[in-house]
């Protein structure tokens, strides 16, 4: 079966909105500021005992997929660094049950040694060339493309016609997923990851872009292209090869985790920048600024704010009791705001003096997109500050808020330039 074969055999879907009511089970628009709570919670202990998204009251149904275990988040840096750095304690198959039931058995709910055979693997695929083709084939051109449509304007939402749709065309160039099926599989990766708040849905999405995966699949093992699903079709390490069901996993990863991250912290990164018009000029007259720009805009609003794990074994995670067993919310968000590390954590300063930040998580499951997430949020933004001067926030529009409990990042940006 070919793939219009296979999506002729798709159903047509209703008129549901896969994005907004993602953004409403994750806290947009409700959740403004989460940090001084966090704050207080933090002061109290570096690791809570309880749900942090329950704090916010978000989230219930995803408690119910980890079912009684008892739920901690750690919120200092110490404890969040501690957590990520021992796998043997803390353990990622706390992911099978909640986004792994969607996305299958990838290397996010790995532990070691499979971890470490599946992504040595899978890195491979990550290389310095594919790096520099993605750059110049994909990444610019789709920046460039989406600038095309509203430079003659003078004025645009950076949101809606910019940060939003180029991650998803990056992710669907680099994996060479044809661009006209791109609204079918983008809808059907949101549904996918909002299982906590549409738990049918998401396993209705997962077996849809499941169905369509695998006939790409099997495409690109008969006739290989110059592309990603090619590449993961044929890798091999150590006589070991990725059978269909681990290639769809790890693509039922890499699509929600390409695009839906970098939409959001290139947005925060605008939005910090736009709101502190001093620190803009200072970056777009001097782009060796930019680096920085980027890592204080990663610490200042991560894009998504925690991850799980869970405890293998009765431990201590800076100096607080964890049971065997626990789930634990690894805040990230909370770790990067920690002022035993960062004065003044809530203000965005491109000028502090930096300590890595840790929104890429650490240790064996560290963010392995996050070259590709810095190059293209670089790529972005010197071509809209080359092509769109004088950018500025349209004074007649409302002041953009950044919000959201799992995802964090601003629903406009309404700009002016020229
Ligand atoms: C600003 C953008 C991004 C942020 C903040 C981010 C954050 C993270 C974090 C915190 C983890 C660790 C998860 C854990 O330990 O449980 C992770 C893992 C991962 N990220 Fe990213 N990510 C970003 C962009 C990307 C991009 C662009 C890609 C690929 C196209 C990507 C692919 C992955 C993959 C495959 C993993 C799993 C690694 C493993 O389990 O070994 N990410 N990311």
Known sequence: MTTDEHLETVEDEDDYDPFQALDQAFGAGTVR???????????KSPVY???????FGMAPQEAGLLGDA???SALSYDAVTQVLRSGSSFSSSAYANTIGIVMGHSILEMDEPEHNTYRALIEQTFNKREMERWEADIITPTVNSFIDRFVDRGKADLVHEFTFPFPVHVITGMLGLPKEDLPKFHRWTVELINIPGDPARGMRASQKLHDYLVVVIDQRRKEPREDLISLLAHAELDGTRLNDEEICAFLRLLLPAGAETTYRSSGNLLCGLLTNPDQLNAVRDDRSLLPQAIEEALRWEPPLLSI?????EDTVVDGV???KGASIMVSVAAANHDESRWDDPETFNIFRKRFPHIVFGFGAHVCLGQHLARMETSIALNTLFDRCPNLRLDPEADEPQITGMIFRSPAKLPVLFG
């Open 33 to 43: 500021d989460p940090y001084p709570k966090m704050g207080e919670l933090r002061r």
């Open 49 to 55: 005992k309880g749900s942090i998204w329950a704090e």
């Open 70 to 72: 008892p739920i901690y």
């Open 308 to 312: 799980m794990r869970s405890a293998t």
């Open 321 to 323: 009791p964890v049971p």
